[in-house]
């Protein structure tokens, strides 16, 4: 929901698993049932950490910290995002996701995301570029 970034649904179909957003809870769909989670504060979904990153009022030094819901994890989770303004005009942001962190690189004029870094696991790096 753009006015508020709260999600309403989320699907990974590589997965199997479904989220339904509603109030004050979330319905997680698996192909062996369904499961109705509590939620404890007014989450963004992790996986539209992408698209939250395209609107917010990015400048130096912005840092911001929201809950999340992983729905693969089945859990709450506090992300701290951090944007710092690079010489050429955009934005490296570094997202922390609980121990994990991702960088992000967007263009400052037209909110592309450029490139993803993060590092799974130790001595391995993924890297995304468009």
Known sequence: ???T???LSVEDSGGGVRAVYAGDHVII??????RRISLH?????TFSVELLLRTLPL???????FHAFNVLKEEEQLIEIHADE????????RVEFGAMTQWYWIRTDTRE???QSSEPAPGLEMEFRR
Do not use: C, I, T, W
């Open 1 to 3: 929901m753009a006015s």
């Open 5 to 7: 970034n709260r999600p």
């Open 29 to 34: 769909e698996r192909e062996g049932g369904e």
């Open 41 to 45: 504060h007014v989450p963004v979904d």
């Open 59 to 65: 400048e130096g030094g912005y840092v911001q910290s």
């Open 86 to 93: 690079q010489p050429d005009g955009s934005f490296k942001v």
């Open 113 to 115: 995301l450029l490139k």
